[in-house]
């Protein structure tokens, strides 16, 4: 079982560029999250998809856009990367929305690094 | 405004001690509250799922309880282990959306 799947593991940019994160699931999940962790804030909410085809903001979208072409895949997209954008970013995802009896289960992240 | 806190931030103890977790929110109108497991390099594993009709749950030697009225839960761990080493979060559902502690690192020397 793959559960969820993060790529890549690692990254290094530069201030500028541009990079996607993939985040594949193989649960036929509904709903799929984008979170990014910091040392002494916990995981905040980037943007989310309540099914194919969806997306919406969470707490920090700023920087970043998201796309759920299928339902299996939520892609992260960084335009114009930032150094206050190094983070580690963790996918997520769920059968029913976050209010339900139905757990999150989490990827192993993409530690993402901008210089 | 959401705000999850968690203390300690930090908690060494023997093995076989009996421990609390501690987690607050601040608007007690949650849907539902969970707690996670996570070990360095690694994303999080959900432990318990609290729905807010429910006062508790059990899995093996974890209970959580839920006091929404007061805007507290706790994750009790009987007879811990050294492979209880972990950070654990807490995350609450409010308002279409998860806010998550910033966790207690748990040290639970043999």
């Known amino acids: 079982n793959a559960g969820v799947t993060q790529t890549p593991k690692f990254r290094v940019l530069k201030t500028g560029q541009s990079m996607t994160l993939l985040c594949a699931q193989d649960m036929n999940h509904e709903y799929m999250y984008w979170y990014r962790q910091d040392p002494g804030m916990g995981l905040r909410l980037i943007h989310y998809s309540v099914g194919e085809g969806t997306t919406a903001k969470g707490e920090v979208p700023d920087g970043y856009n998201v796309s759920r072409l299928k339902k299996q895949n939520f892609l992260l997209g960084l335009e114009s990367a930032a150094p206050s954008q190094t983070s580690v970013y963790f996918c997520?995802?769920?059968?029913?929305?976050?209010?339900?009896?139905?757990?999150?289960?989490f990827g192993d992240g993409t530690r993402l690094s901008i210089l | 405004k959401q705000e999850v806190t968690q203390i300690p931030a930090a908690l060494s103890v023997p093995e076989g001690e009996n421990l609390v977790l501690n987690c607050s929110f601040t608007?007690?109108?949650?849907?539902?509250l969970q707690w996670f497991r996570q070990d360095p390099g690694k994303g999080l594993t959900s432990l318990l799922l609290i729905q807010s009709s429910q006062r508790e749950q059990t899995s093996g030697r974890l209970n959580a309880s839920l006091d929404k009225s007061s805007g507290r839960s706790t994750l009790y761990i009987a007879a811990s282990q050294p492979g209880d080493s972990a950070t654990y979060l807490c995350?609450?559902?409010?308002?279409?959306?998860?806010?998550f502690g910033s966790g207690t690192k748990l040290n639970v020397k043999p």
């Open positions: 608007d007690s109108a949650i849907y539902n």
């Open positions: 997520a995802s769920s059968r029913g929305p976050g209010g339900s009896n139905q757990p999150q289960h």
């Open positions: 995350a609450v559902w409010w308002f279409n959306k998860f806010y």
